[in-house]
């Protein structure tokens, strides 16, 4: 008895575990990309719905487990197929159901198989790839039809439903018909007697004029075409025009139709003379009351009709038809829109990298010669080397740089004095530095769209000016400047994109002159042209200047001997500086709502 029991309990367990998801696999054959999903049992059920926007699949499989190996991502973007991406994995909160999401290189009809154990989702590589429509489709969202040729601009209808598959009839151009498929094998047969088998067969109500009953019978064999594609070759083929009205279809002939609308012409103009005038005032807010005037009078009803522009309150004055009034007045509310204003901020940065490297004697190079002086010969000279020859009889020199030169000492060296001849005294300098400095400028300035905004900060310093000789000499003061000057021309498109035309100049003051002459000035210049995105930052240029300073002393001609000439030389200095100049620049439209611009962020 209770291992009767423990059977049932166990059959009992594994009915409420479900089905186990073994095994996920992906094939591509031809036009048709397969996603099977292979179960230990078929206690599983399986739904999947697509999200248009994403290009995504999303499948479900209720009453499902399986393991982390199984759910798993993989890449399937190697094949040329619809399918580019496959990722599986537990449902959160729901531990018996199993989500997979499949993304599409574009939107694809996709349908379901389901045998047993096993399932398959199948996706068309290719448009019209599946055989037939009737397999079971339990997609939520319907499928858009793919766009085969966006550049020849086919006319297709709005839906499946009748009355859009009309309204797609009555326009001209290349159409893609969408109606359930007919086959027509007739001979002749009137054209009426067609229509109405057309129209038996999709179910919409057609009227015929009598002209269209008396043109010659027509001989057609249609063989599994939409049933609008038919109509609309039976229309073509006898030149006949469709006219809608909700569900009905009126068909009558090209020259019946050309007559009714010179009719309906005629009655309009004879209705309009007839129609009484209205007049309406409309305020302009933003733009030029008299600039609209000359946009808008074309649209008034020609010897009746008048527009006016009032300048004292910028007012437009309409008299016209009542339908005129109207027409006009929506007109003004579309251009009296505020004028795109951008807010233009720009960052100047100067980067000056400096290089200097310093390698000689400093304080130059101490030689004495003393053949008879005080100084033992056994005795070693040490210290740092002094800014004067050393004293005594015979002969004496000194290249020490000036007072007031400072450098770092690395390396001090003396030379003991040899037989009572000479003595010499020198220190090595090894001096390498980098220096980096940043100037930034942050001009900022608001201009109107198609309007030049201009801004200018001053830096003044005064010299002196020396005039006459001697005693009548006559000093003055004149001041000069340099200026960092931003001028910026926006051009704001409907989509929020911003053409600028820039024009940065930035001029600073060079080295320090020399007494009673101007400072030197330096100027930087960027003229240009860009298109860029509504609050997006560009670059409109890097400027370069190069300098390289050498400065060479130490004593003449010793100096220059090969080999041992550096120990006659003081510090050998090149000083190399580059600067960069860089503009970043950030346009933003400050009121593209009012201004009435789509959004581009």
């Known amino acids: 008895m209770k291992k009767i029991i423990y059977v049932i309990v166990v059959l009992f367990s594994f009915a409420a575990f479900g089905a186990n998801l073994n095994m996920i696999d992906f094939q591509q054959k031809n036009d048709l990309s397969y996603l099977n999903f292979n179960f230990d049992n078929s206690d599983f059920k399986i739904k999947k719905f697509q999200i248009v926007k994403d290009k995504q699949v999303v499948i479900d499989i209720e009453n499902a487990v399986s393991t982390d190996r199984v759910l798993r991502a993989f890449d399937t973007s190697e094949f040329s197929g619809s399918v580019v991406f496959v990722s599986a994995f537990k449902q959160p909160g729901n531990k018996k159901q199993i989500r997979v999401i499949v993304q599409l290189r ?70 893609k018909y969408v109606g359930n498929k007919i086959t027509l094998n007739v001979k002749d047969m009137k054209v009426n007697d067609i229509l109405d088998l057309i129209a038996d067969a999709s179910g919409f109500n057609i009227i015929m004029t009598n002209e269209v009953a008396e043109l010659h019978p027509l001989s057609l064999n249609l063989v599994n075409v939409p049933w609008d594609q038919a109509l609309d070759t039976v229309l073509s083929i006898n030149k006949l025009v469709a006219e809608k009205n909700g569900a009905i279809l009126t068909i009558k002939t090209l020259a019946q139709a050309t007559e009714e609308r010179r009719k309906e012409r005629d009655a309009n103009q004879v209705k309009a003379v007839a129609e009484p005038l209205v007049t309406k005032v409309l305020p302009i807010s933003y733009s030029k009351a008299k600039d609209l005037t000359a946009l808008l009078k074309d649209y008034v009803t020609v010897n009746r009709g008048s527009i006016i522009a009032d300048d004292r309150t910028n007012n437009l004055i309409i008299n016209d038809t009542l339908e005129v009034t109207e027409k006009i007045a929506k007109i003004v509310s579309l251009l009296d829109r505020q004028t795109p204003q951008v807010l233009i901020e720009s960052k100047i940065v100067e980067v000056n990298e400096g290089y200097q490297k310093q390698i000689g004697l400093q304080n130059g190079l101490n030689f004495g010669y003393d053949p008879v002086g005080q100084i033992p010969p056994t005795t070693e000279l040490t210290g740092t080397p002094s800014t004067t020859a050393i004293s005594g009889p015979g002969l004496s020199f000194s290249s020490a740089p000036a007072a007031g030169e400072n450098a770092r000492n690395l390396l001090g060296l003396s030379i003991s004095r040899f037989g009572r001849l000479f003595n010499l005294d020198f220190q090595l300098q090894l001096l390498e530095s980098e220096s980096k400095g940043k100037i930034i400028a942050t001009p900022r300035v608001v201009a109107k769209n198609n309007v030049k905004a201009e801004i200018i900060s001053t830096d003044t310093t005064s010299f002196e000016e020396r005039q006459g000789t001697g005693e009548d000499v006559v000093i003055t003061f004149k001041e000069t400047s340099v200026e960092l000057s931003l001028a910026v021309t926006p051009q704001v498109s409907n989509d929020g994109a911003i053409d600028l035309t820039v024009e940065l100049s930035k001029e600073q003051f060079g080295t320090a002159p020399a007494a009673g002459a101007p400072p030197d000035k330096a100027k930087r210049e960027v003229k240009t042209n860009v298109l860029v995105e509504n609050g997006s930052t560009i670059v409109l240029g890097g400027l370069y200047s190069y300098s390289k300073l050498e400065t060479h002393s130490g004593v003449p001609y010793l100096k220059d001997m090969p080999i041992v000439g550096w120990l006659f030389r003081t510090p050998y200095n090149p000083q190399v500086s580059k600067t960069e100049l860089v503009i970043f620049m950030t346009p933003r439209i400050i009121n593209q709502d009012r201004a009435g611009l789509t959004s581009s962020l």
Do not use: C
């Not at 939520?140 to 601009?153: G, H, I, T």
């Open 106 to 175: 574009d939107n694809v009809r996709s349908k379901t198989q389901t045998s047993g154990n096993t399932a398959s989702v199948i996706f068309e590589n290719r448009y019209g790839a599946f055989a037939s429509t009737s397999t079971e489709d339990n997609s939520v969202a319907r499928l858009e039809d793919d766009k085969e040729n966006e550049s020849a601009k086919v006319l297709k209808p709005k839906s499946t439903s009748l009355e859009d598959i009309l309204e797609n009839l009555t326009l001209s151009g290349q159409k």
